[in-house]
Each structure stands twice: as structure tokens, then as C-alpha cells.
């Protein structure tokens, strides 16, 4: 195996994990903020792509279709804020659990209802597409480098929304202590509600950029949604940073793991059956790797709070 | 006897009647759906113990759902297939006995269940929610790509095991068979709540630091509730093969987990017969809004919403407008 | 009592002349609702497009969703045929969940007609008398595309597919009739949707050509990928990527490729006329292959109704087993094995005034049936 090709691999692996940190952001904000576990936050990934398709369908540009995942995934995000997910925080994780995967049956049959059953179409825009040639003499799709800078950028435009400005300092009022920013007077209310926005837009976000290389099609969300947990687990609840380091690392073990596994076992045994094997022990790396961190951390790599 | 009482007499009361009328009337299938019901229930029964009792949220009890399954398919498959599932250290070619399948399928659970705890019940919270799930999806690839045992495709058995003294093929005597399981199951749910035990794991679960006080082990304690949920699953997990005389890797499948906590969730956490009157709203509503529409699960999205969001202590707090006797 | 009513029912019929006339009661059990829907509808909409086409009054339909679930799948069966009393069973798409249906149903005596999966097991030790598959035994597709790829003179081909048993079948199948060497050999997850590590690894072998089996969102996500990656090597793969349901959904990318299915809409006789007219006009769509299988379906049913009632088991398996029908895709026989015998063509990826569609390019196969035949003792 030549050093381009591991180096290839590393990039995409990182390229997956920047995704997944697009997805697990705003997962770990509302689970950090509000207390709430939100199993429909693959729905509004799914929201984001149909969004997208749709409007980039209708309109040919794709970068109006962003624009609709966006806003169209806030709106979602809002939307179910203001009318279930407010009346959820009161409560347990176990009614929470059961409320919103309630919603992950009415977002899916209701996309279904009115967009069929059938995958929509969306694909990378002409000015995006086709490999370039990166030092070294790799091979790279153009899209997937700018996947990476653009979640780059979200994180860390996050990083500063969340240590520089009022509303960041809110959030981590939040985070640490409830009871004390509605002393503070701070209307907790629009709070949360902007805080489950933006979660959803980022979700919707990712569900855009990456239905563009994928399918779109109803129960999109829901693998992306393990995923997404595994990475805030690993990472820590509530920390973006940790969620940062979790979905890069879990990005690479998924990569690397498809890879290497199966090179590894041919070491031991016939290659048709190695193959086989490897691909096991690799669809199962990335919950060994977050077994092993949890019974080493309990609380994640940085999560502060049990 | 207490108006919670009264409503528990009446669900069992209801699951003699309702199959015993299909029986008279010639309706088949809905005999069928009852031992679905009380199979379902079995299972969440078994998770109550940790959830309610224990307060163990746990998103992986698919794993023993399935775990009892696969060591249905697996014995009765050897019988089937003419194979010994081993020949050292003694000759074993399976077994289609349904007593011996199921104390295999509850040591194979319990024992799982205790390596799983020791390892999970480090962590709490959702973190224990995830790394539950976590051995899910483990258990779930596993099975997906092990070819031995039909990967994806599943195991069908063509026959259903036997039970001494018992046709398990005519549809009302396995129902009868697995509607005693329950009860017995239930009986021992409750005698495990008055326990010493069980009042000791009510008290862990709601203040710690109070039984460490008094020189028991929250861990230990959490640990056995969770092996005896474990096992209780695992025995449902077997039957609920030999109901469909098919095992797949989607009893192992996260879905699966949430299904059987939306039943305890839904008939109410920690109360005796919440799952099971979980487990026949839930069944009922499967099977009337399915035929109502294709996009029946919207109706069904918004009326577990409607419990969450407007009925305290789930179906059953709903009827005796108390919260459940221990919390 | 009972007897004799039987017995004055049956002289009745005789008396009237309509001993065939036998009402049938088909059940079909496929996925309507969730992820794999569109598969289900298809198979549905051709399958009633048949029977309303035939106007034949004494042939009964039950449709149930099995939303993808084998236990699901199972309890619905044990409905139709506990409570619906059917006779015919049909219509599952997913492998697995013949797999545990099939079995139980046709040990209980009714007939089982499959409108696409047919797993090896099915086919070899596990065949039956009264399991039919109309739409092929699962290697089928995969042999032609091995086929092809010898004739079209590949000499190291990629070849992927994911880690489950109908993948490895398909690596298996593909195999069988190609010959010659691999470049590499990749079992993927199943439901994988990002496969740039194995487009990382193609580009690294020096293969000649890719086979890949991914069916449903796998496929359209492997394929945008595979465009976009600059990589251009010949690609082949079973007609399942390439179907009428998600050709929209991939677009250009799939433009080209050649895949392999034993229909297609272009294939010229008046049965596949009347099949991709009537279906355009009822539902305002073009027919998918899961609609022409499940079109197949109801028509060999119809053609055995017209000949025995199926009360009599063995007659009417007789006239199942003619296939007397008028097939979309030309001529088609059952084996001993009652999986079909019939030619494999290779499919183009085209556009179509502004509709991504395929066109039939070669033969792959000429009446051509399964290995696991010899396995099957019935």
C-alpha cells in the first residue's frame, strides 16, 4: 500500500469526520444546554437534503439550494421547538426518548407524503465537480476539499459564536447552571429556541452538503444520527471541542478501519475469507473505540459533568 | 385492592377473554396477535426491572432480545439441518425442546448481561444510554456478516420446537404457553419489587448516597437488576423466535431496543403492568392504523406524542391518576 | 352436513359448466411505507395493472405493507393465511423476508409466487413444489454481468458489493462466468453511503473495469461518487442500481454504464407493449423492473386459473408450470427448480428527452437458468 494512497485515505477520513462534526454540533449544544436527547435531529438532516434538492431542482443553483437547507431546517428546528420540544424539558429522558422518536415517524412519513417515495436528485454543481491534483500527486475531488474548509469554517465560527459573543456567553451560562441565567434575566425561552434553530440548521446543513454526493431519500437521517451520537459520547456531552476530536476521530477509524482490517487479517487467514471478516471487525471499530473510551472515561474524552 | 390493582386484573383479565373468544369464533390471526402481545410485553416486563426499578435507561436490550432468538434458531437449526453444533467435548446436536432452549437462552443472556454491566454501569445518564446502544450495534454487525448462521438473511426454523404435553403448532396452546410464562414472570416482577432487594435498588435509584450509607453496594445492586432484566428478555427473545420460527439480525437491531421501551414508556415506567398494556396499545394500533393508511406512521407519531406530552405515568397513571406506588 | 354441502357445491359448478371458475384469493405482502417503499409500490402498481387489464372477477387481491420487517413480514402471512384464507402468496421484495416467509407458507400447503427475491437457499435444498420465482434465481443478473465483462474482454476487474449474504452471492455469481483475474475484492457495510475510501483503493489497483453490486441509496451514492472522482474505467453492474425508481435520482452519473436485467422497456413484442403503455396511462410514470416482475406475476397466475382451480394443488401446479402466458420479456419456461429460464440482455444508461432510462445493448446470456438446480430434489 503506497504512502498517496494511506495519505488519500486519511483526507477522506478527516472529510467524514468534518461532516460528522457538522451533524454532532448542534446535537451536543441542545443535549448541552437544554438536557434534551433529540433522536430527531437525523430528521432535520433529512429536512436540510430535501430542502435542498427541491430547491435546487426547481432552481438550478445549488448554492440557493444551501441556502434552503438552511433556512428551511432552522424553520423545522424552530418550528418543533416552540411546539413539542419546550414541553419536553421538564421531563425524564425516557419521555423525551419516546416524544422525539414520535417525530422521527411523522418527519418521515410526512417527507414521504409529500415527496414520494422515491430518492430525490441532487448532485454537485458543474463548478465543484471532478477530481484536482494535490501536492504529491494525490487525486482529489474537488467537492470533498471543499467539504472540508466549509466545515472548517463552521467550526470555527462556532468556536467564536460560543467564546466571544452574548449569545455564547448565554449558552454557557446554560450549560452550567439553568437556574441562574433566568435569574440573570435572560429570556430563556428565545434562548433555547435559538439554540435548537441553529442546531437544526447545522444538521440541515450537513444533510445538504452531503446528500449532494449521496441519496436523498427518506431515513436518510437515521444512521447519520448513531453516528452523530457515538461522536458527542466520545467526545464528551456539551463540549464542542471534544465533539471536534470525537468525529475526527471517529471519521478515521471508520476510513482507516474499512481498510487496514481486512489487510491485516489476510496476514492470518485466505484472502476471500479476510476480506469478509475484516469488513466485520470494521462496521464494528467506531463502538469499540466508544466502549473502550466510556469504560476508560466515563464521561467522554472532555465532558465535564456525569 | 387499589383502583391500580382493579386495572391490572383487568388487563389479564382481558388477555384470557379476548384470545379465548378468537378461539370460539374461528379468528386465528387474532390469536396470533395476542401472543405477539404477551410476548412484547415479556420483554419489556424484563426491561422494567431495569428501567423502572433500577433506573437504568438502557438502549440496548435488543441485544438480549436477540441473543434469546439466535440461541433458539441456533439449537433447533443443528436439528434441523442434521449438523451437530459440537462434537467434543461430548456429541450435542441441538435441541428442539423448548425448556432447554430457554434456560440456555436466559444463562446466554444473563451471562452477557453481566459482562455488559460490569462494563456499562461505570457510566450514567445518557452516556449509559449510548454505550448501551453501542453493544446494540455491535451485536447488530456482528450478526449481519456472520454467513455461518444466515447473516442478513436470518434463520428460518420450518417447525415450531416442541413443549411436553403440548401441540406449540396449534396457535391457541402456544398462546396458553406463553400467556403462563408471562404471569410467572409477573408474579416474580412483583415479589422482586417488595423484596429486600427490590427496595433496596428503589432506594439506590433515587438517592445513592443514602444506601451506601447503610453499607450496600449501589453497583452491585444495579448490576443484578440489570443481569435478572437481562435474562427476562432473553426468555422472550426465545419465544418470540419460535412465534415467527425465524430469527434475524433485526432483533439485535437498535429500533428494536427503542420498540420495546416505547411499550414500557408508554403503559407507564416503573408500574407492574405498564408494559403490558403497553405492549397490547401498541399491537392494536399497528394493526388498525395500518390498514387506515399508507402513511399510518404520522397517526401513530402524533398519538405517542399525545401520551408524552398530556398523560402523566403513561397509559396506566392515566387510569389511576396516581404516579407509580414507589417513586 | 358439511360434506354434503361440499359435494352439492361442487355438482352445482359441474352443472353450470364453470369448474375453473373457482374464485382465487391472492395475498401480497410487500413494502409500502419506510426506506425501501418505492420497490414495493412498483411491484404493487404492476402486479394490479395486470389484474385489472385481465377483468377477471373471481381473482381476489389482499395488499399488506410489511414496512421491511421480517417478524413483520412473517405475522402478515400467518393473517392471510389464517383469516384472509388465501390461496397464493406474493409479492415480498427483500431476501430475508422470503426467507422467513417462504418456507412456512408453502409448508402449509399454499402457493408462493415470487415477484423478485429468490435467494440460492430457495432455489437448491430448500426448493419446494409450491414456490415459483417469476423474476429470476438472485445470482442471475450478477452471472451476465460476469458474462459481459469476458466478453467485453476485461482482464482485472474491481469488484464490491456489501457485507451480507446477497452480497457475497453477488461477488460469487459475478465470479462464476468472468474468468478472469481481480484486481481487488471489497465487502463494504451494509447501508455504507460514503465510499470514498474504496474509490481511494480502486484508483490505487490499475483495474480494468468495476463491478459493483449496491442496491437502493448504496448504488446512487457509489455512482455521483464514482463521477466525481475522475476515475474513468468501464463500469458494470445487476440492473438494480440502474432501475426506473433512481436513474432520476443519480442523473449523469450513471449515463453509460452498462447493466444487466433480463427486461427492459424497449424489448419489442405486444405483451411489454400493452405492460409499459397501460402502466405509463394508469399511473403517469415509467415502469421499473420490480413492475414488470410483479406484471409477470399476475399474468402466470391468470394463465394458471384459466387452466385448473386451485383447489387441486397438483393440477394447478401443472399449469403453473407450463407458464402458458404471454411474458414482457419474450419467451420464459421454468426449470425444474420453477426458477425461470430466459435471456439476460445488457442495458445502456441513456437519456431520453430529458429522462435517464436504459436501452437494451446485447444479450449477456441466452436461456439461461441457475446451478443450484441440481441441488434441488422435489
Known sequence: MSLVLIAEQVLNGLQFGIMLFLMAAGLTLIFGVMGLINLAHGSLYMVGAFCAAAVAGATGSFLLGLVAALAGAALAGALVEIVVIRRLYAKDHLDQVLATFALILIFSEGTRWLFGSFPLYLNVPEYLSGPVTLPGGIEYPVYRLTLIVIGLVVALGLFLLIGKTRIGVQIRAGENDREMIAALGIDIGRLYTIVFALGAALAGLAGALVGAIQSVQVGMGEPVLILAFVVIVIGGIGSIKGTLIGALLVGLTQTLGGIFLPELMKIFMAPSAATSVGASLASMAIYVLMAAVLIVRPTGLFGARA | MTREGIVNALVLVCLVLVPGWAFYAGETFTITLATRVVILALAAVGLNIALGLGGLVSLGHAVFFGLGGYTMGILAYHVQAYEPLFEWPFLFEGTKSMPAIWLAAVVLSALTAFVIGLLCLRTSGAYFIMITLAFGQMFYFFSISWSAYGGEDGLSIYVRNGFPGLNTLDPIQFYGLCFCVLVVVLWFASRLNRSRFGLALNAARQSPERVEAVGLRPFHLRLTAFVISGAVTGLAGALFADLNRFVSPAMFSWQMSGEIMILVILGGVGRLYGPVVGAIVFVALEHVLGDLSDYWHIYLGLLLLTVVLFVRGGLIGAVTGRRAAHD | ?378
Open chain 3, 1 to 378: 352436513m358439511l360434506k354434503s354441502l361440499a359435494v352439492g357445491a361442487s355438482m352445482l359448478a359441474l352443472l353450470s359448466g364453470a369448474a375453473l371458475a373457482e374464485p382465487v384469493k391472492v395475498g401480497m405482502i410487500t413494502t409500502l411505507s419506510g426506506g425501501g417503499a418505492s420497490l414495493g409500490i412498483d411491484t404493487r402498481d404492476g402486479f394490479l395493472l395486470a389484474v385489472k387489464q385481465a377483468g377477471n372477477k373471481d381473482l381476489e387481491v389482499v395488499v399488506e405493507d410489511d414496512q421491511r420487517k421480517p417478524d413483520i413480514a412473517v405475522q402478515l402471512a400467518d393473517k392471510m393465511v389464517q383469516s384472509e384464507k388465501v390461496d397464493v402468496l406474493t409479492g415480498i421484495v427483500w431476501s430475508n423476508l422470503a426467507m422467513a416467509v417462504v418456507p412456512s407458507t408453502t409448508a402449509q400447503g399454499k402457493f408462493y409466487l415470487s415477484t423478485n427475491a429468490a435467494p440460492s437457499m430457495l432455489a437448491g435444498k430448500g426448493c419446494h413444489p409450491n414456490y415459483f420465482s417469476v423474476s429470476y434465481q438472485n445470482d442471475n443478473l450478477h452471472e451476465a454481468a460476469g458474462a459481459y465483462a469476458k466478453e467485453a474482454g476485461f482482464k482485472k476487474s474491481f469488484i464490491l458489493a456489501p457485507n451480507y449474504p446477497a452480497g457475497k452471492d453477488s461477488l460469487t455469481g459475478f465470479k462464476r462466468l468472468y474468468g478472469g483475474e481481480l484486481a481487488g475484492e471489497i465487502y463494504t457495510k451494509l447501508g455504507q453511503t460514503d465510499y470514498a475510501a474504496e474509490l481511494a483503493q480502486i484508483r490505487a489497483s490499475g483495474a480494468d473495469s468495476i463491478f459493483f453490486f449496491l442496491p437502493g441509496g448504496m448504488g446512487i451514492s457509489f455512482l455521483k461518487q464514482y463521477a466525481d472522482s475522475g476515475i474513468e474505467l468501464p463500469v458494470v453492474g445487476p440492473a438494480f442500481s440502474f432501475d426506473q425508481g433512481i436513474l432520476q435520482a443519480v442523473g449523469d452519473a450513471a449515463l453509460g454504464v452498462k447493466n444487466t436485467s433480463q427486461w427492459n422497456k424497449d424489448i419489442d413484442n405486444e405483451a411489454n407493449k400493452a405492460f409499459v403503455e397501460g402502466f405509463q396511462a394508469e399511473y403517469g410514470r415509467l415502469p421499473s423492473l420490480y413492475a414488470a416482475q410483479g406484471y409477470d406475476t399476475a399474468n402466470l397466475l391468470l394463465s394458471a386459473m384459466a387452466k385448473a382451480d386451485v383447489k387441486d394443488a397438483d393440477a394447478f401446479r401443472a399449469a403453473l408450470e407450463e407458464a402458458d402466458f404471454k411474458s414482457v420479456r419474450g419467451k420464459f419456461s421454468f426449470g425444474p427448480n420453477h426458477h425461470p429460464i430466459q435471456d439476460i440482455y445488457v442495458r445502456e444508461v441513456i437519456k431520453e428527452g430529458g429522462v435517464y432510462t436504459n436501452k437494451i445493448v446485447g444479450t449477456a446470456l441466452t436461456d439461461h437458468a441457475d446451478v443450484y438446480a441440481a441441488e434441488c430434489k422435489m
